[in-house]
C-alpha cells in the first residue's frame, strides 16, 4: 500500500527565511503533484513532477522529485506572508495518494 | 469556465437522514473522484470513477455510496449518515486516471451530522 508522508505537518516562519518541506512516499512513482490550500478554499495544483531529477519552479516555491530515494521537497525562498497555506504532496500509484499537509505560517 | 461544481457548500443534517453531495464538471474528463478531509489526516479517498458506469472503493468507503451515469456528474450519497461522516468533502476530476496535469478539485462542501 502506497504510503505518503510530509514533514514537518507545522511550520512557522519567518518572513525572509528559507525552508523546505520534504514529501517522502513508500513505493514506486513517477508522479508527484504539489497542493496548496487556503483556509476554507479548495486545492490548486501547483506543481506536476513526472519524472526523476524534475525541478519545478515558481516564484519562491521550487519543487524536486528524486524517485530513487522516494522524495520531493518544496523549497521556499525568502519567505512572504502571502504564502502561508496548508501545502500537500500527492503520489500517482493506483489512484492519487495525499500526505497530511504543512501548515505554513509566515509571520513578519 | 473549466471548473469542477459541488452543491451544497455547507451542510448540517441528523443522523440517519439520507442526503445527496452533487458534483459535475464541464471539462469532458474521463476520472472523477471523491475525497474526505479530516485534521492532521491529509485527504483520503472514498471512491472514485474512470468512466461512466464504473465506479471503485478508495481507501474509505464505508457508509458512502456513488453513481457515474453520466460522464459530468459524479454524486455522493449518504444512505444514513452518522456523526463520524462529519467532513470536508471534495469532489475532483481529470482527464484520465493517473494523466499528468493533477485533478482539478471542487470548492469542497462541509458535513456536519449531528
Known amino acids: 500500500e502506497l504510503k505518503v508522508e510530509q514533514n514537518p505537518l507545522f511550520l512557522s516562519m519567518q518572513e525572509g527565511k528559507n525552508y523546505t518541506i520534504y514529501c517522502n512516499y513508500s513505493?514506486?512513482?513517477?508522479?508527484l503533484y504539489w497542493y496548496r490550500q487556503d483556509p476554507g478554499k479548495s486545492l490548486e495544483s501547483l506543481f506536476v513532477?513526472?519524472?526523476?531529477?524534475a525541478v519545478k519552479q515558481e516564484g519562491r516555491l521550487m519543487a524536486s522529485l528524486d524517485t530513487k530515494a522516494r522524495l520531493s521537497t518544496l523549497h521556499i525562498t525568502a519567505a512572504v506572508h502571502d504564502l502561508s497555506a496548508t501545502y500537500f504532496c500527492?503520489?500517482?500509484?493506483?489512484?492519487?495518494?495525499f500526505g497530511a499537509g504543512t501548515r505554513l505560517t509566515v509571520k513578519p | 469556465e473549466a471548473q469542477v461544481t459541488q452543491n451544497p457548500r455547507y451542510l448540517i443534517t441528523v443522523t440517519g437522514k439520507k442526503l445527496t453531495v452533487t458534483c459535475s464538471q464541464n471539462?469532458?474528463?474521463?476520472?472523477m473522484s471523491w475525497y474526505r478531509q479530516d485534521p492532521g489526516l491529509g485527504l483520503r479517498q472514498i471512491y472514485y470513477s474512470m468512466n461512466v458506469e464504473v465506479t471503485d472503493k478508495g481507501d474509505v468507503p464505508e457508509g458512502y455510496k456513488v453513481s457515474r451515469k453520466e460522464k459530468r456528474n459524479f454524486p455522493l450519497i449518504l444512505e444514513s449518515p452518522s456523526p463520524n461522516q462529519t467532513s470536508l468533502y471534495f469532489c475532483?476530476?481529470?482527464?484520465?486516471?493517473?494523466?499528468?496535469?493533477?485533478?482539478?478539485f471542487g470548492s469542497g462542501t462541509r458535513l456536519t451530522v449531528v
Open positions: 471539462m469532458n474528463h474521463e476520472y
Open positions: 475532483a476530476s481529470s482527464l484520465y486516471a493517473g494523466q499528468s496535469y493533477g485533478y482539478t
Open positions: 513532477l513526472l519524472s526523476n531529477g
Open positions: 513505493t514506486t512513482s513517477d508522479r
Open positions: 500527492a503520489v500517482d500509484g493506483d489512484d492519487m495518494r
